[in-house]
């Protein structure tokens, strides 16, 4: 279950943290999944037109079991900002929606919009691309990315709504 929060009062009560604590990520990102409000502890791909990682990661559990019940991971994938290639499609977006994932952000594109609007996970990503990936089982995982600017390090929480996405070095609700 999402918690209940809005990214404008996370940011009206931690404004003035360091950035290594509190970061927002520029209003760049469209909604494309059925979630629109999502938060969760992050899992990092990097990777450049090839997807591999990323449905490495989304065929997998994308939720932990904590003593407070069940909590959905965001998956941040820096795509490098890339235009050409999708990187999350249905069939994809489907599995993550399977396995738990509270979200997945993407420094990048996705496809299959009618697919993704329909399921139910968080999905944020720069623009919609019909062309696929190329498969060359390139990329890493499990590391610091940057996004539009911003770095994101695995192990951080993600807070996403409808006025934005922010990312902090703990925990917040």
Not at 13 to 41: H, I, M, Q, S, W
Not at 47 to 64: P, R
Not at 111 to 137: C, F, H, Q, W, Y
């Amino acid at each position: 279950m999402t918690p209940s929060f809005a990214t404008c009062d996370l940011c009206d009560t931690y404004k003035n943290e360091a950035p290594e604590v509190f970061r927002v990520l520029p209003p760049v990102f469209k909604d494309f999944g059925a979630r629109r409000v999502f938060c969760g502890p992050v899992v990092t791909v990097k990777c450049f037109e090839d997807n591999t990682l990323v449905k490495a990661a989304v065929d997998s559990c994308g939720y932990d079991e904590t003593p407070e019940g069940r909590v959905g991971k965001v998956l941040v994938v820096d795509g490098a900002g890339s235009l050409r290639r999708a990187l999350l499609g249905g069939n994809l977006g489907a599995a993550a929606a399977k396995n738990g994932w509270a979200g997945v952000v993407i420094d990048g594109c996705v496809r299959d919009v009618a697919e993704l609007a329909v399921l139910d996970v968080g999905i944020r990503a720069l623009a919609s691309m019909p062309m696929p990936t190329e498969k060359k089982n390139q990329g890493w995982k499990d590391l610091p990315v940057q996004i539009q600017g911003v770095w994101v390090k695995p192990g951080e929480w993600l807070y996403a709504d409808a006025d934005g996405m922010v990312v902090s070095a703990s925990r917040l609700l």
